[in-house]
């Protein structure tokens, strides 16, 4: 009995002991998971939110990034909406993109149970108001703004869903817009056959605070005073020589214009023609060839080589554009001292002018930025032979000089052609393009982001090939192969 005894005494002590050091085990790593996360909630927000999405929708450009970094003004950014069956996407990417300044106030707002916050503030539910405090300018951001819905989708599957992510251009625009009072006017010419920006181009330029008005040069006769840059998107027919003439006095008295040559073939065009050779730029006959610098041995499909010009380059990664059936241009001499023309983007050695004729080799100019400077004494000339009282206004000028006059010229308008910007999605055509617009103004800094694609990526090869049949055929043949060979050889042991 007593061995009994013994032995029950024994085996519940032990068991007790175990059970004592699984419970201080559990104890334990309870306390070391609560450790875990309050420690990780108190990890910036880049840390605690890894992006792992296919296409990188949580990543902060670098363009955002500094403008956050230099904010001086305080934003605020309301929320109207029921936080909890808010998108994750956005209330991440919010977070993620407050974190990154002490600038920015977050708040939510849930119109269910504060309805007067819309009428009171003028907005729908699912939109973000955004703020500035010194400057008192607001702005809405509309969820469907951020996550952008395919509504074509709904006519042949009879149902939408979001296609891209905008959250870093919608807010980074927003920011700048609250915190500036600089807004930019565009008015882009017709009565030419110009084409029409596409809705990308457009959305860049809003982006950028910049407004669109067309405007036919003939009929107004004058470029409108508040015009901040002058925009000739690829004409097919020529300009008037009155036309010429005030561009070249818009010019010469500090006004930005830009040109895009039509990839349509125009030999008659003399005056287009005359006004580009005035500011430096000869235009080459035929369309423009690259033997080295290509698509895929396409020569006319060109990698422009890129010039670090004004800044055009800022923000590129790749330095990767394309032009198709580009009209290249000649570096020459202006016609006047005040001129200055550099090339921003150019052909290889081995760049070819073809015509139906000729072929002629050389390194021809794809894009090109001729500035002219009229200085103060030469205003006061004019001045002098309008009003002979302004000789007060000349001597307080007398060292000054004008705002600086721009003309840009690109040599293909397939730098923002969708079908191009649409189709190869991984090129900078619009990038360098916003760089080209906002390099007219010192004032003003590219901030226009493009959304990101929200469609599945796949790894696929286009082209099967030796390598390819090696990767989908071979190698798994000699896995099992070698598998078999193994298994043979244990068997028979």
């Known amino acids: 009995m007593k061995g009994k005894v013994k032995t029950f005494v024994q085996n519940t002590g ?17 306390a070391i998971a609560v450790l875990v996360n309050m420690i990780a909630a108190r990890l910036p927000e880049e840390v605690r939110h890894l992006d792992i999405s296919d296409n990188r929708i949580y990543e902060i450009s670098d363009t955002s990034r500094e403008l956050l970094k230099n904010l001086d003004q305080d934003v605020t950014f309301t929320v109207f909406a029921e936080k909890s069956s808010t998108d994750d996407r956005i209330k991440t990417f919010l977070e993620k993109y407050t974190s990154l300044t002490g600038r920015i106030k977050l708040e939510w707002v849930d119109p269910v149970l504060h309805p007067s916050e819309l009428t009171e503030n003028g907005v729908d539910s699912d939109t973000i108001l955004v703020t500035g405090k010194e400057t008192g300018k607001t702005t809405t951001i509309a ?12 006519y042949t599957t009879g149902s939408t869903a979001a296609t891209e992510f905008d959250g870093d251009g919608q807010l980074t625009s927003a920011v700048n817009f609250v915190t500036t009072d600089d807004q930019k006017k565009v008015y882009v010419t017709t009565g030419h056959g110009e084409s029409a920006f596409s809705g990308s181009v457009s959305d860049l330029l809003k982006k950028n605070n910049m407004t669109e008005e067309e405007l036919n040069l003939l009929m107004a006769g004058e470029i409108p005073e508040d015009c901040d840059l002058l925009f000739l998107y690829s004409p097919v027919t020529d300009l008037s020589e009155e036309e010429v003439s005030l561009l070249k006095e818009y010019i010469a008295h500090g006004g930005k214009v830009y040109i895009t040559l039509s990839s349509e073939s125009s030999d008659a065009t003399p005056n287009l023609d005359g006004l580009l050779k005035a500011y430096g730029m000869t235009r080459a006959d035929g369309y423009i060839a690259d033997m080295s610098r290509n698509y895929q041995g396409n020569y006319y499909y060109i990698f422009p080589e890129i010039s670090a010009y004004d800044g055009l380059t800022d923000g590129l990664s790749s330095n990767m554009v394309l032009l198709i059936n580009a009209h290249g241009m000649t570096i020459t001499d202006p016609e006047a001292d005040t001129i200055s023309v550099s090339s921003f983007l150019d052909t290889s050695e081995q760049g070819y002018a073809v015509t139906e004729e000729n072929q002629t080799e050389g390194t021809y100019s794809l894009g090109a930025v001729a500035t002219q400077t009229l200085s103060a004494e030469d205003t006061e000339e004019e001045a002098d032979a309008e009003d002979s009282d302004a000789t007060d206004a ?31 999605t991984t090129l900078e055509n619009l990038d360098l393009f916003m760089n080209t617009i906002s390099s007219n103004f010192d004032d003003m800094q590219n901030v226009a982001i493009e959304a990101k694609s929200l469609e599945i990526t796949y790894n696929t090869m286009q082209h099967a090939g030796l390598i390819s049949v090696g990767l989908i055929l071979g190698l798994p043949l000699v896995i099992l192969v070698f598998g078999f060979v193994r298994w043979w050889k244990r068997r028979k042991a």
């Open 394 to 424: 000349e001597d307080d000028a007398e060292d000054e000089e004008l705002e600086e006059g721009r003309l840009t010229v690109l040599a293909a308008d397939s730098l923002i052609n969708a079908q191009v910007t649409d189709s190869f």
């Open 14 to 30: 032990s068991a007790w002991k175990k059970g004592s050091y699984s419970v201080g085990m559990i104890v334990l790593v309870i």
């Open 143 to 154: 969820f469907s703004d951020i996550l952008v819905t395919d509504e074509y989708s709904y």
